[in-house]
């Protein structure tokens, strides 16, 4: 069975700097998703990636699927408050949608 | 983002108690699945539901658990005789297709006591 892990398990950094969480599987990946978690609630869908080599932003957030589609990274630019929280990696089998989930990513945003 | 909506936010159930967990997505989806995360652990699959079956179960969803679509709109989860160990959040994610964008709903936070 497909296996995510996620690096580091927990990151603080300072407000405004750079920040990358990643995401590698012990398969290759067909489909790639980033959610956005708060501790206790839903999950908030960020980008789904599904091509070797794509990359995806959204406002200061980028995630890339490296080309041999068994790693993604998600970087935060210039990181805020607003970005705290718990970053999962989720991933789905060819012609399916059932997602295997990472453990996650606690993200803290130091003042 | 497509809403999905879960009742009930919260549900505190004794032991032994049946539960329904409703599902209720904006669109017509065709996909419907549920997951679970149990405080501080993984985001694990529950079941997946489609054209009025399933289609795919993991070992999780044993004979205490059931899904369907009443009315063609609802999409619930029902377990039959909640165990304490089954406290946790659940959540529904329909999809129009394979290989689409997968919106979760907000959850329900189950506490069995």
């Known amino acids: 069975s497909q296996e995510l892990e996620q690096s580091p398990q927990s990151l603080i950094v300072q407000e405004g700097k750079n920040l990358t969480i990643n995401c590698t599987s012990s398969k290759t990946l067909y489909g790639l998703y980033w959610y956005k978690q708060k501790y206790g609630e839903g999950l908030i869908f960020l980008m789904m990636l599904q091509k070797g080599g794509e990359e995806k932003s959204h406002e200061k957030i980028t995630a890339k699927l490296d080309e041999k589609k068994q790693q993604s990274s998600l970087h935060i630019t210039a990181s805020q408050p607003s970005h705290a929280g718990i970053y999962l990696c989720?991933?789905?089998?060819?012609?399916?949608?059932?997602?295997?989930f990472g453990q996650g990513t606690r993200l803290t945003i130091n003042p | 983002e497509p809403e999905v909506t879960q009742t009930p936010s919260h549900q505190v159930t004794q032991m032994g108690q049946e539960v329904i967990l409703r599902c209720v997505p904006i669109?017509?989806?065709?996909?419907f699945y549920w997951y679970r995360q149990i405080l501080g652990q993984k985001v694990e699959f529950l079941v997946s539901?489609?054209?009025?079956?399933?289609?795919?179960k993991s070992e999780i969803f044993d004979d205490q658990f059931s899904v369907e679509r009443p009315d063609g709109s609802n999409f619930t989860l029902k377990i039959r005789s909640t165990k304490l160990e089954d406290s946790a959040m659940y959540f529904c994610?329909?999809?129009?297709?394979?290989?689409?964008?997968?919106?979760f709903g907000q959850g329900t936070r189950l506490t069995v006591v």
């Open positions: 994610a329909p999809a129009g297709g394979l290989n689409t964008e997968a919106f």
């Open positions: 539901f489609y054209n009025n079956e399933i289609s795919e």
């Open positions: 989720g991933a789905s089998n060819q012609g399916a949608q059932k997602l295997v």
């Open positions: 669109s017509n989806h065709l996909y």
